[in-house]
C-alpha cells in the first residue's frame, strides 16, 4: 500500500510521497540529486553524491610564504627576485605600528600609489588571481614612507 497523501493547492490534487509513522502522521520522502542549471542526477550507488575528500587535498600549499617582519624606511625586500623569473603575489596581510605611506614595488617600479597608514592594517586575500606580478629577475618589495614597524606575512609562487 502506497503512503502517498494528496496536495491540492490549486485544486487539482497531486500525490507527494510519504512514508507513514506509527500514530498516523506522515513524513515526506524526498530522493536527493545533484547537477548544474537545467540538469538532474539523482543519487544512486552507481551516482554518488560528489564531496570534496579531505584526501584529495595537496598535503602541502602551493604558495611559499615569508614573513613581514621589519621597521626601516625605504625599500624593504619580501622575496628576492631570481634570473627569468616573476613573482606572484597571491595573499598578504599586515598590521603597521606608527605612521608611514606603504607601496608595493616590482624592483623599483611602484605597483601603486603610496597609502598612507598610522597604526593600522592592509589585508588582501587569495582569489585565484595575483595581486601584484614582478617583472622576471626582479624583487617583491614593500616601500615603507618611514620607520615604522610593519608585521605580517605575504603569500607567493615564483616561476
Given amino acids: 500500500m502506497a503512503d502517498d497523501i494528496l496536495i491540492a493547492p490549486l ?15 506522515h513524513v515526506q520522502v524526498l530522493k536527493n540529486a545533484f547537477g548544474p542549471d537545467g540538469a538532474l542526477s539523482f543519487v544512486e550507488p552507481s551516482n554518488p553524491l560528489p564531496v570534496l575528500s579531505l584526501q584529495n587535498l595537496p598535503a602541502a600549499s602551493r604558495l611559499s610564504s615569508v614573513p613581514i617582519n621589519f621597521a626601516a624606511a625605504g625599500d624593504n625586500q619580501l622575496v628576492a627576485g631570481v634570473a627569468a623569473q616573476t613573482v606572484r603575489l597571491f595573499r598578504f596581510w599586515f598590521f603597521i ?7 608595493f614595488r616590482d624592483g623599483l617600479t611602484d605597483f601603486h600609489p603610496a597609502i598612507p597608514f598610522t597604526d593600522g592594517s592592509w589585508v588582501m586575500d587569495f582569489d585565484g588571481e595575483p595581486w601584484f ?8 618589495n614593500l616601500n ?12 607567493f609562487i615564483r616561476g
Fill in 11 to 25: 485544486g487539482d490534487p497531486y500525490p507527494v510521497v510519504t512514508d507513514e509513522l506509527p500514530g498516523g502522521r
Fill in 97 to 103: 605600528t606608527g605612521q608611514a605611506s606603504v607601496k
Fill in 133 to 140: 606580478v614582478t617583472s622576471p629577475g626582479n624583487p617583491l
Fill in 144 to 155: 615603507v614612507s618611514s620607520a615604522a614597524q610593519i608585521s605580517g606575512r605575504c603569500y
